[in-house]
């Protein structure tokens, strides 16, 4: 896949592109990241990329020209173009899931105070990734880029990818680390048991539990299922159920208490 950045600061992706997954991902050939100097492609005489909005008002606005030059150079009949807008849906997994869907995405930074209004019909959609003032589209660009590229094939485990967060609606179950016991906050026995399917279904649990508790709204868009909704009955309950008690037994031997 190839992911194309549009902006008038292509320093600010030198790191971006450079570490972790992404820096991985660039080097396995999972994706090709590269960024276009928006202001290289100016035909103000001055070196120009915004100016002063006809009618008055405040700020700047970045000029039509040279976005529709720069996305010109790059565009194929491939390509699937976006804009960072407040005016976008609030960008979520699903819509990350489909651009990880295309061969060649182009992802325009926007303005603060905005850009000619005359851009816009160059573009497929509009994007935005929250109700918050930003002085430019490099974040929003970033974090839809990283997002795409953690889903594409290669880039890390299918393992790591179908527990996390917001994945089925729900948010990610509960993590812990070593030592067993830090200051009186235990790690939770089951964890030790050696029953896998013990220890998936307790995940299950948890991953319910925060989402209703933390995202109620995600949680009204999960489709429970049977086994769901007595997972769901269990916590109410307040009891250790049955099928935990007996995998904490039997795994007693792994357990790290010390």
């Known amino acids: 896949m190839r992911i194309t950045i549009l902006t008038l600061f292509p320093e600010m992706f030198d790191g971006f592109a450079t570490n972790s997954i992404i820096k991985r991902a660039i080097g396995k050939g999972v994706v090709e990241i590269k960024t276009v100097d928006i202001r290289s492609y100016t035909k103000d005489k001055y070196g120009r990329t915004d100016t002063p909005p006809i009618g008055g008002g405040a700020g700047l606005v970045q000029k039509a020209q040279p976005i529709v030059d720069a996305l010109n150079a790059v565009k194929t009949e491939n390509s699937h173009v976006i804009l960072t807008s407040p005016r976008g849906p609030a960008y979520n997994q699903a819509k990350a899931r489909e651009f990880a869907q295309k061969e060649d995405l182009i992802i325009i930074c926007g303005h603060y105070e905005g850009i000619d209004e005359r851009v816009n019909p160059y573009v497929d959609e509009l994007v935005s ?112 159920p049955k099928w935990e008690v007996e995998a904490i037994e039997k795994g007693k031997k792994f357990t790290h208490k010390k």
């Open 129 to 240: 990734i929250g109700d918050y003032i930003l002085t430019g589209g490099e974040i929003p660009a970033m974090a839809i880029a990283d997002s795409v590229t953690r889903l594409l094939d290669g880039a890390i485990s299918s393992d790591s990818l179908k527990d996390e967060s917001f994945e089925g609606n729900l948010l990610e179950y509960p993590q812990y680390t070593e030592p067993y016991d830090y200051e009186g906050s235990m790690v939770p026995d089951i964890l030790y048991s050696g029953n896998h399917q013990a220890i998936a279904k307790w995940r299950r649990k948890q991953s319910l539990l925060l989402t209703k508790k933390y995202r109620p709204d995600l949680f009204k868009k999960v489709e429970l299922s049977k086994q769901d909704k007595k997972l769901l009955k269990e916590a109410k309950e307040e009891e250790t």
